[in-house]
């Protein structure tokens, strides 16, 4: 299965749009990315997720590039509630159902 | 309202005292998960489970039993804990685990110490 790889740490001033990288390089063609985040010690929670088109919800954005080896979570305007560890993970493959969190982005949004 | 609720909330146990925690999904989700949180060592899976009598071993099962006999609940149970297995425990749910409807609800987590 598709691994990924995130810097363990990232600053945002508040206010400003927070941009959070994530590499998938072994990403398969039906592997989807998707994108939690854990605030403090809470059960994470469901952020957004994609195939191959850049989406948006009223979240987040996602944009996947084109080869999908790699992808940025756009948190627009980030404020000091968005401190947390990000996620990203790729789907199990068919007939896998192992998913792997890794250790994230912890994201800190700076008054 | 949509949630997984696990039980108990926080746990102080002794080396070798058989415990369970439950965990219960009211979203009739088919794929059901536990994972542990270590500092430093992110999200590890521990059992996973596709649909009722269907389990199968995540990364970290040593010292972990799970059973799946309704759809809703997925317990997970520690025959002889240890020491080493104190952690944070979070079950999770989810329809599937890929495209629409694919993403994991969490149940609020489960804080373990084993004496």
């Known amino acids: 299965d598709a691994k990924t790889t995130q810097p363990p740490s990232m600053d945002c001033a508040e206010g400003r749009a927070a941009n959070l990288p994530c590499n998938h390089s072994?990403?398969?063609?039906?592997?989807?990315v998707y994108w939690y985040r854990q605030i403090h010690s809470q059960g994470p929670q469901y952020i957004i997720h994609?195939?191959?088109n850049n989406e948006t919800n009223e979240m987040a954005s996602l944009i996947i590039t084109e080869d999908r080896k790699s992808s940025t979570l756009i948190l627009p305007h980030a404020t000091l509630r968005d401190t947390a560890v990000y996620y990203c993970?790729?789907?199990?493959?068919?007939?896998?159902?192992?998913?792997?969190f890794g250790k994230g982005t912890k994201l800190s949004v700076i008054p | 309202e949509a949630q997984v609720t696990q039980n108990p909330r926080y746990l102080i146990t002794v080396t070798g005292k058989k415990l369970t925690v439950t965990c219960s999904q009211n979203?009739?989700?088919?794929?059901m998960s536990w994972y542990r949180q270590d500092p430093g060592l992110g999200l590890r899976q521990i059992y996973y489970?596709?649909?009722?009598?269907?389990?199968d071993k995540g990364d970290v099962p040593e010292g972990y039993k799970v059973s799946r006999k309704e759809k809703r609940n997925f317990p997970l149970i520690l025959e002889s804990p240890s020491p080493n297995q104190t952690s944070l425990y979070f079950c999770?749910?989810?329809?599937?685990?890929?495209?629409?409807?694919?993403?994991?609800?969490f149940g609020e987590g489960s804080r373990l110490t084993v004496l």
């Open positions: 999770a749910s989810s329809r599937g685990l890929a495209g629409l409807g694919g993403e994991l609800f």
């Open positions: 072994t990403i398969s063609g039906n592997e989807y």
């Open positions: 994609g195939l191959k």
């Open positions: 993970i790729v789907t199990p493959r068919a007939g896998s159902y192992q998913l792997t």
């Open positions: 979203m009739n989700h088919e794929y």
């Open positions: 489970s596709m649909n009722v009598e269907v389990t």
